[in-house]
T-cell receptor
Framework: AQSVTQPDIHITVSEGASLELRCNYS??????LFWYVQSPGQGLQLLLK??????LVQGIKGFEAEFKRSQSSFNLRKPSVHWSDAAEYFC????????????FGAGTRLAVHP | DGGITQSPKYLFRKEGQNVTLSCEQN?????MYWYRQDPGQGLRLIYY???????QKGDIAEGYSVSREKKESFPLTVTSAQKNPTAFYLC???????????????FGPGTRLTVL
């Protein structure tokens, strides 16, 4: 079955530390992949997206993600986390072949310690 | 500024009542979507519409209804048939009709519905 999985429900890091949030997908072809961020009680903001081409994509707020076909993964990274990065992060994929129907992972809640 | 507005931000409903959540966009987007968000489950697609006067069921459409009479508006009605309606509801839109090219979905701020 087509799916997007985020294995980590909660992650806590110290401010200034590096961050990696994991995302795996299950799909027979190359999906369109996205990372969104959500602050409490708010809508979602797009951090970055992967459609094709370069497998390392840069996003806003210093985030990047790498698409690895061999591992069916699209992990989100940031070299140095700021306290304002505390939020919930969602990985999503269009597994419908470009018909814009997104499947979301369950989300990873990030806490940042000072 | 262009964007998506959802109203109200908080909504309380008694059991057995229907309630309608508003979603308006001034981005001139063709496609609009409704998602439901529950803790620990991410977002699940309720309904979507790729063009005016047309819409399709998503993964969890039971107990919900929608209309798309205008390009900028896509209201969602939570009916009394929805057994567990308490959730956070998000509306999104995109400038894409599913033609194979791709544009991101933009999200509104959400409506939190609580059934008393």
């Amino acid at each position: 079955a087509q799916s997007v999985t985020q294995p980590d429900i909660h992650i806590t890091v110290s401010e200034g530390a590096s961050l990696e949030l994991r995302c795996n997908y299950s799909y027979g072809a190359t999906p369109y992949l996205f990372w969104y961020v959500q602050s409490p009680g708010q809508g979602l903001q797009l951090l970055l997206k992967y459609f094709s081409g370069d497998t390392l994509v840069q996003g806003i707020k210093g985030f990047e993600a790498e698409f690895k076909r061999s591992q069916s993964s699209f992990n989100l990274r940031k070299p140095s986390v700021h306290w304002s990065d505390a939020a919930e992060y969602f990985c999503a994929g269009d597994l419908s072949g470009g018909y814009n129907k997104l499947i979301f992972g369950a989300g990873t809640r990030l806490a940042v310690h000072p | 500024d262009g964007g998506i507005t959802q109203s109200p931000k908080y909504l309380f409903r008694k059991e057995g009542q229907n309630v309608t959540l508003s979603c308006e966009q001034n981005l001139n987007h063709d496609a609009m979507y409704w998602y439901r968000q529950d803790p620990g489950q991410g977002l699940r697609l309720i309904y979507y519409s790729q063009i005016v006067n047309d819409f399709q069921k998503g993964d969890i459409a039971e107990g919900y209804s929608v209309s798309r009479e205008k390009k900028e508006s896509f209201p969602l009605t939570v009916t009394s048939a929805q057994k567990n309606p308490t959730a956070f509801y998000l509306c999104a839109s995109t400038d894409d009709r599913g033609t194979g090219s791709y544009n991101e979905q933009f999200f509104g701020p959400g409506t939190r519905l609580t059934v008393l």
